[in-house]
């Protein structure tokens, strides 16, 4: 999808799909350490299914979460991040994407969790060749694209025939390339 064809009230699966099949490294920014954050969930969730996640919290800087490293600030992380995912208020948006942009390599995506939204600061890095999805969580893109959540009962808007397996953690789980719209999350 070319960055002059995205509005950003309503994404297609197909282009959510492919950000999260490309995605290797995320650096989560407002990573809370706290089990009962949704960011904490997210951070899980996500280092489940194989991603590099990066927690980035100035206040948690030099400590673990669930056994990951954090990081005051996304200059701090020693290697290049595919996606920034901004885990903050609307109003603190606009200077994590700053800092985004200021990363050398830049980031190919920056990701903006469930009500946040910052159209300028999107307007910056999409002028910049970085793909922004605003409004949206990863962990449930994620779910729902690969029929998990629909085991929850929730429709997923997702029709497959697929059928789950069981993980060998003792609880199912999908990839996106199991899902109906094959071809691998790598």
């Keep these: 999808m070319t960055q002059a064809a995205i509005v950003h009230d309503q994404y297609p699966d197909a282009h959510i799909r492919s950000i999260l099949q490309q995605t290797r490294t995320i650096a989560i920014v407002g990573a ?44 701090d992380i020693p290697r290049p991040v595919d996606m920034v995912e901004i885990f903050r208020n609307s109003a603190a948006a606009g200077p994590i994407v700053d800092e985004a942009l200021a990363l050398d390599p830049l980031p190919k995506v920056i990701w903006m969790q469930l009500s946040v939204r910052d ?10 060749g970085v793909t922004v999805v605003m409004n949206r969580c990863p962990k449930i893109e994620y779910g729902r694209l690969s029929g998990e959540i629909a085991w929850q009962g929730i429709n997923s808007r997702v029709i497959s025939a697929k059928k789950p397996t069981l993980a060998a953690k003792g609880f199912q789980k999908l990839t996106l390339g199991q899902g109906p719209y094959s071809g691998g999350r790598r």
């Design 32 to 75: 809370s350490a706290n089990p009962a954050r949704p960011s904490w969930i997210v951070i899980k969730y996500l280092k489940e299914r194989d991603f590099d996640v990066i927690p980035v919290n100035p206040g948690l800087a030099g400590t673990e979460i669930l056994g990951l490293p954090v990081y005051g600030t996304l200059a």
């Design 119 to 128: 159209d300028e600061a999107a307007a910056r890095a999409e002028a910049q």
